[in-house]
Structure formats: structure tokens, C-alpha cells
């Protein structure tokens, strides 16, 4: 039996096998790919999908058949010399199984490692069995050995090349994971929209080595578009022609990718897909297609990225609704204990007032001129308390609504802080108020507002101290701030208390020496205004006892002209 003969027995079942091996390949690479079908249409009846299909299976063809040549040369080669060297048909029939391995583990897919074990087979019958050069062979048991070849070599080639189409799978695999782990890490680190849009695009341009356009949805529209730079080339500024910009828009109002590969946009350049997280949509990313689609595995890396990209923004929205439902129950609870302060502690002075000016009007003739006296100088003490009140609430409501505007001049802070000292001299009158100021001493500021900082502190001062007490307000230069200070030798501020002394509303436990209760809006109000100088309100202890509030304010230099 000849060689022919082997050979016309074997061709249905190699093509059998051939076919099987062939469908076989084919679904194991498109068996997780077609899960995208409905949304990114590659593999039907569409000519982009048909061209991209047929593109799969040419490319490298040339290169691959090359190889299938080369090695089945090499194994010819170097089995005749195995032949002329007298080593057996058994050691000739492993080289060619062995060049029918290394086919199948460089070339792509199955079909190269069958042909090559169809043609090993062939070389060997025409140029290493006797007769040489003839399909003809005079031994009985060489019909066996092809057949054996023939199976040995194609059973190795199959294996060989779903071992490296497994080991292709699993370093994707692994590429993937890395990818989205890179993305992930660098996404967490990011508190803003447009930085975390950025970061993704960066990396989309490290996988594609292209140009990326970005759109970031802000009140429901798209924003101005957003060229990342990404290869050789720079930016490709023709990602924001209107074309284009109308493919993201058709996205944004479906939620569907479009444009390259899809049955929409077709006339765009790009695939545009959304960054969407249930019926939230983020942004839109273009991606270029200048050269071919994407492939599926590429696309549904694109679209993990997006996700991941998706989820990050998604936590920065809620994360900014829980930031504005805080403010607003912050502003609640402001309200609500500014509005109980007041309703408790404007009664007072408002009913001393009522009932002194009652007794005033019906019962006048019958009060000494000592006693009038005092009346009248207790409606002016309940009066000036209650426009300080008013003043200091005005002035927190101008700055919640940003409204304050700083007046900056020049000032002298002797003069600022003696024009303070008058406001209080009435309320301070039992005790010892001081002043020590360097002269000449200019500092920049709004003096109205730092009169009424002062004002604050010398009053609080007075309430919390005793009959007889010592305050002092100094100033002097410190490098380039002025520095000034009220100081108390009363009993002091807890520490417990300390931490909470510059919040608005706070009042905490001490005794006030008026029996007035203060609304805790005095010192808030003051560090308020004295960081809008540029400065810093502090509290320290005094030695023996008593407490300092110290405040800084930019110096103030005047330049002399002959």
C-alpha cells in the first residue's frame, strides 16, 4: 500500500478534525466577546463586522505561513540528515512532530498546526522513505507509521495551541485585573469630578496610545469637550469637530455607546461610550478608530474602566449631597438656636425697659431724682445691649451670605483702640481698664470691624469678671503684624471649655457678673472677622490667673515724600 493510498484514507477524518478544531477555536475566543452583542455589534451580518471578522483571521497570516514553511524546511533538513546518518524512521517522525509543536505554539490557532502536520507526513513519505522521491513505499508497515504520524502530530499541534490560546486568555486575564486595580487605586485618591474624568482618560491613552475625548455631564448638558493627549502625535484636535460632538450627545440622551461599530453615529470617528451607573450618566468618553475596532476584550476593558470610573464619581455626588444635607442641618440647628437666644434672652432687657418706662409714665411725680436717675440709666444699659445684640446678628448674617465686605485703610491702632475703650466706658465703669500701645503704629484694616472685635472682647472681659478687675488692651509690631491683646486678671476660662470658646451659640457655665446671659455670637463673630483680615485669634492663660485674647493684623507701612 502506498502512500497515496494512507493519504486519501486520512483526508475526511484530518478535515473533519480540521473543521472541529477551527469552530472549536473560534468559540473559545468569542464565547465571553458576544456577550457585548447587543450593544456593540461586532460579530453580525454588518460589513464592519464581516471586514473586522475576516481581519481577525488574516492577520499575521503571512507571517505565520512563513513559519509553517520555514520549520517544515528545517524539520526536512534535518531529518535527511538523520536518514544519511542512519538513525531510525522513529527519531525522522519526532522531528517532524516536534516542528508540528513549535508550529502550534507560534503561529495563531489551529489551522497552521494542522496543515503542518498534513504536510509532515507528505515530506516524509516523498523524500525520506525508500523509494525516495515517490508517494510509493516498499515496506508493509508504513501505512501505519503515517497514520500514527498523522495523528501524533495532529493531536500536538491541537493541544499546543489550546495551551497557548489558554495562556493568551489568562495573561488578558491578568492584564485586565492590573488595569482595573490601577485605575481603581489612582481613582480613590481623587475628591473631584473633572480629576477623577482626567485620571481615567490618562489611563484609557496608556492602553490605546491615542487621543481621548472627554465630556463631563454638568447640569444634565455636556461641557465643553476635553482633548487627552496620547501617543506620538498630541492631541487630534479633530476629536471636537461638531460631528463628533453630536455622536456624545446622542449618547448622553440614550445611555448607548455610538459612533465606530455600532449601528448609530456611524459617520463619527470615534466610539463614544457613556460613564453611567444606573440611570445616572457622568460623562461620555471618545475613543479614535483610525485604524480598526475595537475587539471585544479591548471593549470590555474600556467599559470596566468606565465603570470603575462611573462608581468613583458616583460616591463624590453623594458625597457632596451628604456635604450640602450637613450645611443645611447645620443651618437648622443655627437657626432654631439663634431664634431660642433670642426668645429668651432679649426678654429680659426688653421687659426691664417696658417696666421701668411704665413706671416712668404713671408714677413720675412720686419717684426721687436719684432713683429716676437710675431708671433712666437702666433703659440706656438694657438699650446699648440690646443694639450690640443687633449689631453683632447683622454681621454674622453678612458673613453666612458672604456679604461682608472688608473696608481696608490705614489706621493708627492707638486711635482704634481708644475709640473702643470709649464704647465701653459706661459698662466698665467698676473696673480698671487700661491701654498700652506703641505709638505710631499703622496697620492695615477695616476699622469699624476691628473696633467692634475689640468692643466684643472688653465686654466679654467685663461680664466675666469681677468688680475691680484689671483689663488691659495692648499693642505692639511683631515682625510684619501688629499683635494686640485684652488681657483679665479675673478667674479664667476652664480648659474644658477652651476648645469651644470661639463657637457660635456657646456659652458654656461661667457666671456672667451682669446676670445677663450672653448669646455666645461675640468671640464667633470676632475670629470671624479677624480672619477675614488675614489674621488669627487665639486664647491663652494669664499669670497669676485671667486670660488673654490675642489677634493679629497686618502692618501697615507709609512711605515719606520730600
Known sequence: MGVGAVLALSVPFVAVLGWISANQFEGFFLKNWRDNEKEYKIYDDSVPARVMKTAFYQKGYCKDLAF???MLAICTAVGFCFFKLGFTDTNIVMIYILGVLLTAVVTKGYVYSVVSAFLSVLLFGFFLTEPRLSFQTYAVGYPVTFAVMLLAAIITGTLAAQLKAHAEMSSRQAFRIQVLFDTNRLLQRKRDEKDILRTTCEQLTKLFDCSIVAYLVEDDRLSEGTVYAGGARGKDIRLLEASE????????????????????????RSLYMPICKEDSVYGVVGIPMTQKPLDSFEYS????????????????????????AAVLAKNEQLRADLLRSISHDLRTPLCAISGNADTLLHNEEGIDDATRKQIYTDIYDDAEWLVGVVENLLSVTRLNDNRLKLNMTDQLVDEVVDEAVRHVSRLGREHVIGTDCEELLLARMDARLIIQVLVNL?????????????????????????????????????????????????????????????????????????????????????????????????????????
Open 245 to 268: 460632538h453630536a455622536a456624545a450627545e446622542w449618547v448622553l440622551k440614550n445611555r448607548k455607546s455610538a459612533g465606530i461599530g455600532t449601528d448609530y453615529c456611524k459617520e463619527a
Open 68 to 70: 509553517t514553511a520555514l
Open 458 to 562: 472688653i465686654e466679654n472681659a467685663v461680664k466675666y469678671t469681677q468688680q475691680g478687675s484689671k483689663i488691659q488692651i495692648s499693642a505692639h509690631r511683631q515682625g510684619d503684624k501688629v499683635c494686640i491683646r485684652v488681657s483679665d486678671n479675673g478667674g479664667g476660662i476652664r480648659d474644658a471649655m477652651k476648645p469651644h470658646v470661639f463657637e457660635m451659640f456657646y456659652v458654656g457655665k461661667t457666671t456672667v457678673a451682669d446676670s445677663r446671659r450672653s448669646l455666645g455670637l461675640g468671640l464667633a463673630l470676632s475670629r470671624s472677622i479677624v480672619e477675614a483680615h488675614g489674621g488669627e485669634l487665639t486664647l491663652t492663660d494669664n499669670q497669676p490667673h485671667g486670660c488673654i485674647f490675642s489677634f493679629t493684623l497686618p502692618v501697615s507701612e507709609v512711605t515719606l515724600n520730600e
Open 301 to 324: 476593558t474600556v467599559r470596566s474602566v468606565l465603570n470603575e470610573c462611573a462608581l468613583a464619581m458616583d460616591n463624590v455626588h453623594h458625597l457632596k449631597e451628604m456635604e450640602k
